[in-house]
């Protein structure tokens, strides 16, 4: 069938979404819901105008000669506002938050140019008694959890996208309470325990789940001259790590990124050599050839594999994802994070 967007002619199957349709036509209309899979029309930024009346792209069908607007005043206006109404349920604590530069919310607040908000938050920052008040009986439901050894999680910056919930394969998270209380959480809200594949940590929009880390040691040991820090890269991760960084750097030559950040040592693994005990022999094989103390070699696997953190190995330092490698590169272009130690 033949639809308009913006005035021009485009081809579309029955049963597609108009966002479906504009993405496969590099229309851009942004989301902070959908996923390729799953299109549920919570955030609601994805409006579009059908005849003058804002629909949800993602979920609306296409049909016989419809004819669609992308940009226009009205849609502005509804998208500014959609935002403004998930900002306020949202602790806007991005100067220390994991995903600075890196969260889909903040971006977007930042491309649609939100200077104010008009709305009472549900839950997190609060300025004053009163609200303090209003919101009092959500506070308490604030969950942060750091106690699994894989996935960070801080329902202060859930923005109640529903990504985890549908694309989490052993369907750990749903909501919690009801009504305006409602959360995003665990079962009786216990330690997330799954087989921590990542990727609800992957499509989450904002900081709400992060990987877990010890970043500060991680960034100590980095800055240590004393110590020889080997990175391995998992087979394809540097096209995620380029796409992790996103707008953070330029740089496109991943090994003059790592090096700046103190990398002395680059490994790739190929097919012949994917398993990860390849990886735990780094040490042995360095200190024979280049004649350095075990102890004083840091192995880094960097790798979207991250279920490994849980399983601790004294040949294997660390596993970074490709997220934690693009926040390295945006904290040592931003502030000498170096000269920061860590609280004993
Ligand atoms: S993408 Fe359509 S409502 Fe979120």
């Given at each position: 069938?033949?639809?308009?967007?913006?005035?021009?002619i485009?081809?579309a199957k029955?049963g597609e979404?108009?966002?479906?349709v504009?993405?496969?036509?590099?229309?851009?209309?942004?989301?902070?819901?959908?996923?390729?899979?799953?299109?549920?029309?919570?955030?609601?930024?994805?409006?579009?105008?059908?005849?003058g009346?804002l629909?949800?792209?993602?979920?609306?069908?296409?049909c016989?000669?419809?004819?669609?607007?992308t940009?226009?005043?009205?849609?502005?206006?509804?998208?500014?506002?959609?935002?403004?109404?998930?900002?306020?349920?949202?602790?806007?604590k991005?100067?220390?938050?994991?995903?600075?530069?890196?969260?889909?919310?903040?971006?977007?607040?930042?491309?649609y140019k939100i200077?104010?908000?008009h709305?009472?938050?549900?839950?997190?920052?609060?300025?004053?008694?009163?609200?303090?008040?209003?919101?009092?009986?959500?506070?308490?439901?604030?969950?942060?959890?750091?106690?699994?050894?894989c996935i960070?999680r801080?329902s202060?910056l859930?923005?109640e996208?529903?990504?985890c919930?549908?694309?989490?394969?052993?369907k750990?998270f749903?909501?919690?309470?009801?009504g305006?209380s409602?959360?995003?959480?665990?079962?009786?809200?216990k330690?997330?325990?799954?087989?921590?594949?990542?990727?609800c940590?992957?499509a989450?929009?904002?900081?709400?789940?992060?990987?877990?880390?010890?970043?500060?040691?991680?960034?100590e040991?980095?800055?240590?001259?004393?110590?020889?820090?080997?990175?391995?890269l998992?087979?394809?991760?540097?096209?995620?790590?380029?796409?992790?960084?996103?707008?953070?750097?330029p740089?496109?030559?991943?090994?003059?990124?790592?090096?700046?950040?103190?990398?002395?040592?680059?490994?790739?693994?190929?097919?012949?050599?994917?398993?990860?005990?390849?990886?735990k022999?780094?040490?042995?094989?360095?200190?024979r050839t280049?004649?350095?103390?075990?102890?004083?070699?840091v192995?880094?696997?960097?790798?979207s594999?991250?279920?490994?953190?849980a399983?601790?190995?004294?040949?294997?330092?660390?596993?970074?994802?490709?997220?934690?490698?693009?926040?390295?590169?945006?904290?040592k272009?931003?502030?000498k994070?170096g000269?920061?130690?860590?609280?004993?």
């Amino acid at each position: 069938m033949n639809i308009k967007i913006n005035g021009k002619i485009y081809e579309a199957k029955a049963g597609e979404a108009i966002f479906a349709v504009c993405k496969k036509n590099g229309i851009k209309v942004p989301t902070l819901c959908s996923t390729k899979k799953f299109q549920e029309g919570v955030c609601r930024i994805c409006v579009v105008e059908i005849g003058g009346r804002l629909v949800t792209s993602c979920n609306t069908k296409v049909c016989e000669g419809m004819e669609i607007v992308t940009e226009s005043e009205k849609i502005e206006k509804a998208r500014r506002i959609n935002l403004e109404l998930l900002w306020a349920d949202h602790a806007g604590k991005c100067a220390t938050c994991k995903k600075n530069q890196m969260c889909e919310l903040q971006n977007l607040a930042l491309e649609y140019k939100i200077e104010n908000f008009h709305f009472i938050p549900r839950k997190g920052e609060i300025t004053g008694a009163e609200e303090l008040d209003l919101i009092k009986d959500n506070w308490s439901r604030v969950v942060v959890e750091n106690e699994n050894p894989c996935i960070s999680r801080n329902s202060e910056l859930c923005i109640e996208c529903r990504r985890c919930i549908n694309i989490c394969p052993e369907k750990k998270f749903g909501f919690n309470y009801r009504g305006n209380s409602v959360v995003v959480g665990t079962p009786y809200e216990k330690v997330l325990d799954c087989s921590f594949c990542g990727k609800c940590v992957e499509a989450c929009p904002t900081g709400a789940l992060t990987d877990q880390n010890n970043y500060l040691k991680i960034v100590e040991d980095l800055d240590n001259l004393e110590k020889f820090s080997v990175a391995v890269l998992d087979l394809g991760i540097e096209e995620k790590i380029l796409k992790a960084m996103g707008k953070i750097s330029p740089e496109k030559d991943l090994n003059k990124l790592l090096i700046n950040l103190g990398f002395e040592k680059i490994v790739k693994l190929g097919k012949e050599n994917l398993k990860i005990e390849f990886v735990k022999n780094i040490k042995d094989e360095y200190s024979r050839t280049k004649k350095i103390n075990q102890q004083d070699i840091v192995v880094f696997f960097i790798s979207s594999r991250i279920y490994e953190k849980a399983k601790r190995d004294k040949n294997l330092d660390y596993i970074l994802s490709e997220r934690e490698v693009a926040r390295l590169v945006r904290d040592k272009e931003k502030i000498k994070i170096g000269k920061i130690h860590p609280i004993k």
